[in-house]
C-alpha cells in the first residue's frame, strides 16, 4: 500500500496549491479519501473529505469556502485544491484511506508553506 502526495511548497498568501495523492496497492474506489493537516505544535486536523461513492464532500471549518477536494477512481488520486491561502494553512499535508475495518493508511506528508 502506498500513498504519495505530491504539490506542497511555498506559496504567497492568497495564492493558490494544488496537492495530489497518487494510490496504490488497495481498491482505491472503496476507500473514503480525506486530507489531513499538522502545523508545528499542534494536533493534525481534517482537513477534507470525500466519499468513496456518490462524491460527498465534508471540509474543516477553517477552510469552508476555499479549499476544494476532489478524487478520480480511474486514476487511484485524490486532489486538494487549495485557494486564497493564508499563513495560518501552513501545515503538513497528509493523505489518507479509510475503509471499515483495520484499512487506514497514511502518506508521508507534503510541506505547504504561506509566506510572504
Known amino acids: 500500500v502506498q500513498l504519495v502526495e505530491s504539490g506542497g511548497g511555498l506559496v504567497q498568501p492568497g495564492g493558490s496549491l494544488r496537492l495530489s495523492c497518487a494510490a496504490s496497492?488497495?481498491?482505491?474506489?472503496?476507500?473514503?479519501m480525506s486530507w489531513y493537516r499538522q502545523a508545528p505544535g499542534k494536533e493534525r486536523e481534517l482537513v477534507a473529505l470525500?466519499?468513496?461513492?456518490?462524491?460527498?464532500?465534508n471540509y474543516g471549518n477553517s477552510v469552508k469556502g476555499r479549499f476544494t477536494i476532489s478524487r478520480d477512481n480511474a486514476k487511484s488520486t485524490v486532489y486538494l485544491q487549495m485557494n486564497s491561502l493564508k499563513p495560518e494553512d501552513t501545515a503538513v499535508y497528509y493523505c489518507?484511506?479509510?475503509?471499515?475495518?483495520?484499512?487506514?493508511?497514511w502518506g508521508q506528508g507534503t510541506q505547504v508553506t504561506v509566506s510572504s
Open positions: 489518507n484511506a479509510l475503509r471499515w475495518g483495520p484499512y487506514n493508511y
Open positions: 496497492g488497495f481498491t482505491f474506489s472503496s476507500y473514503v
Open positions: 470525500i466519499q468513496s461513492a456518490g462524491g460527498g464532500t
